[in-house]
């Protein structure tokens, strides 16, 4: 194998070793331009063209890349990250019905219906609530909502046949 084999081989193991930190590492495209750049060396050495032109080719594309690439990497990097809203979080602010009182006779913890799915709950004062009470709920520990007590308009129909 001559010296044209011995650098397609360099560059093709450059390049996937950049493109594999790229995806391991928790970051903003900075190896993938380095990536597409080895790449290109990589074609310029199976064409057979000189280790000059290739790490000429490999600076000039990585180059090229990296600028390309910025405008995208900074504006990912400043989009704001959602706090709220994903996983259980997602039920704060919502409303719903107390099905199993919260009180003291089970360590102040209760049931609650929201929308379809039933959670266990706390009472954001620690006082009790009565089952059929409706609540909104105001935080998520663990597996567990914290409500607190709301008054509906007299005309609310939840559908469960009470008001």
Same mark, same amino acid.
């Given at each position: ?13 450059? #390049?996937?070793? =950049? &493109?594999?930190?790229? /995806?391991?590492?928790? !970051? +903003? $495209?900075?190896? %993938? ?18 280790? #000059?032109?290739? =790490? &000429?080719?490999?600076? /000039?594309?990585?180059? !090229? +890349? $990296?600028?390309? %690439? ?94």
């Amino acid at each position: 194998m001559g010296d044209s084999g011995i650098m397609i081989i360099v560059w093709i193991v450059v #390049a996937v070793t =950049l &493109a594999v930190g790229e /995806i391991l590492a928790a !970051g +903003s $495209f900075f190896m %993938l331009p380095f990536a597409i750049g080895a790449l290109a060396a990589f074609g310029a050495a199976a064409f057979g063209l000189g280790l #000059a032109l290739q =790490l &000429a080719l490999f600076i /000039i594309v990585s180059g !090229g +890349s $990296f600028l390309a %690439l910025r405008p995208l990497a900074q504006r990912m990097n400043n989009e704001p990250r959602p706090v709220d809203g994903v996983g259980a979080r997602r039920l704060i602010g919502s409303q719903g019905r107390v099905i199993e009182a919260i009180d003291d006779d089970h360590d102040g913890i209760g049931m609650v219906r929201i929308d379809r799915q039933e959670w266990r709950a706390e009472s954001l004062e620690g006082s009790p609530i009565a089952a059929g009470a409706h609540v909104k709920v105001v935080e998520v520990r663990g597996t567990r909502v914290i409500v607190f007590p709301v008054e509906l308009p007299s005309q609310f129909d939840d559908g469960l046949g009470t008001n």
